[in-house]
């Protein structure tokens, strides 16, 4: 099956500083990636779309300045947290789109990215 | 508003049969994803509906009534290792970019 990679799959980062974390389809072509961020006990919550050689599309009060993504090539894609603070811990996932494939609504996850600011 | 509502805590005993339901508020819909998450684990597909009318595939099933705004997936034969969040979602435009429900937690007891 279809598989996507993000990396690191954990880090963690002082306040004020910034993180970049990594999005890659690693057996297709991904033009469409999505960003969720997840809080302990709750569910997705969709951050932004991410369009392959276009601007991501964000979420309402999602802040794009914050939260930089980089959709540079149809296998990867970026998600930058700048100046990071303690309430932007929390449990990142990516998931992409099988260009390629008949049926393209089904998402494949990454397996995750836990963020602790500290 | 936009809504979709799961039961937060369900408990099963393995080899029997669970019903997880959703009902579902959103300004549009095109289509309602089950996804089965382990804690600290990305969620993995479980089934998808955009018509009305049951979806088998092996001991997973799902229902969809778009016209009651209602779903629901069927786990037969529970084994130990279904216990799991089982997140409801729903495709709102057709670009399928996601509504997540908050997810049911199932426990599978022996």
């Known amino acids: 099956g279809a598989v996507v990679s993000q990396h690191p799959s954990r880090v963690i980062c002082k306040s004020g500083t910034s993180v970049k974390i990594e999005c890659r389809s690693l057996?297709?072509?991904?033009?469409?990636m999505f960003w969720y961020r997840q809080f302990p006990k709750q569910s997705l919550m969709l951050m932004a779309t991410?369009?392959?050689?276009?601007?991501?599309?964000?979420e309402q009060g999602v802040e794009k300045d914050k939260f930089l993504i980089n959709h540079a090539s149809l296998t990867l894609s970026t998600l930058t947290v700048t100046s990071a603070h303690p309430e932007d811990s929390s449990f990142y996932i990516c998931s992409a789109l099988n260009s390629g494939r008949g049926s393209s609504y089904e998402q494949y996850f990454g397996p995750g990215t836990r963020l602790t600011v500290t | 508003g936009q809504n979709i509502d799961q039961p937060t805590e369900m408990t099963a005993t393995e080899g029997a049969i669970v019903q997880i339901n959703c009902t579902y508020q959103t300004s549009g819909f095109n289509g309602l994803f089950w996804y089965q998450q382990h804690a600290g684990e990305a969620p993995t597909f479980l089934s998808y509906n955009v018509l009305d009318g049951l979806e088998e595939k092996g001991r997973f099933s799902s229902f969809l009534s778009r016209s009651k705004g209602y779903s629901y997936l069927l786990l037969k034969e529970l084994q130990m290792k279904d216990s799991a969040s089982y997140l409801c979602a729903v495709d709102q435009t057709g670009a399928n970019n996601l509504f997540f429900g908050t997810g049911t937690r199932l426990t599978v007891i022996p």
């Open positions: 991410s369009n392959e050689g276009s601007k991501a599309t964000y």
């Open positions: 057996d297709f072509q991904a033009t469409t």
